[in-house]
Structures are given as structure tokens and as C-alpha cells.
């Protein structure tokens, strides 16, 4: 059965860093591609990060460009996401997903695996 389970999130204050770790369950990383989604209140889930599978060719939203890298280690079936330079507006609840494909993509439909979302607050 494949699973994510999502872990890391956390309370930081603005500026500080936080990593958001996937570990997967039920498949190997090489053939699926997986995606760090996020979702505030009353917003819709919209695309962080993705890392494709096989070369692990990596994507990143614009409004995290340079803050956030994604990465992976395929041989403890996790995927990473590195945050940095945190801002409020990061809050959200962050989930990461996966589809079987060795591209990304930035659309959640696109994604029928999902995580049960890890808690982010950035806040002073």
C-alpha cells in the first residue's frame, strides 16, 4: 500500500528555517515523481516544489525561488524540503504527494497519493 507521511513542520519565526521531510511507503522514488503542496486557510492548495523521478529534475514555485530546495535520498525513500528565509505568508499546511510519473507537475489533480499535511507557522 502506497503511503507519505509528512513530518517537520513546526512554530519559527520570520527569517528562520524549517525541514519539512517525506518518507514514503509502498514504492520507490526512482519511477514517481513527488511534489510539496501547501494550502492556507481559505486558500486554495497551490505548488511549492517538485522532484521528478529517475534524474530527480527539481521545479520550484516562484514565490519560493531561492528560499526552498527540494531533494531526495532515494535509498531511505525520503524527500526533503529546505526552507529558508521563512516568511508569515509561508504559513500554511504543507503536504507532499505523489504520482507515478518521472515528471513534475505543479497541479494537485495531478497527484492521486497524498500525505496527512504537516503544520508550518511562521510567526514572531
Known amino acids: 500500500q502506497l503511503q507519505l507521511v509528512e513530518s517537520g513542520g513546526g512554530l519559527v519565526q520570520p527569517g528562520g528555517s524549517l525541514r519539512l521531510s517525506c518518507v514514503a511507503s509502498?514504492?520507490?522514488?526512482?519511477?514517481?515523481?513527488v511534489g510539496w503542496f501547501r494550502q492556507a486557510p481559505g486558500k486554495e492548495r497551490e505548488g511549492v516544489s517538485c522532484?521528478?523521478?529517475?534524474?530527480?529534475?527539481?521545479s520550484y514555485a516562484d514565490f519560493v525561488k531561492g528560499r526552498f530546495t527540494i531533494s531526495r535520498d532515494t535509498a531511505k525513500r525520503t524527500v526533503y524540503l529546505q526552507m529558508t528565509s521563512l516568511k508569515p505568508e509561508d504559513t500554511a499546511v504543507y503536504y507532499c504527494?505523489?504520482?507515478?510519473?518521472?515528471?513534475?507537475?505543479?497541479?494537485?489533480?495531478?497527484?492521486?497519493?497524498w500525505g496527512q499535511g504537516t503544520q508550518v507557522t511562521v510567526s514572531s
Open positions: 504527494a505523489a504520482r507515478l510519473d518521472y515528471y513534475c507537475s505543479g497541479s494537485p489533480r495531478d497527484f492521486p497519493y
Open positions: 522532484i521528478g523521478g529517475r534524474a530527480g529534475s527539481t
Open positions: 509502498g514504492f520507490t522514488l526512482d519511477y514517481y515523481g
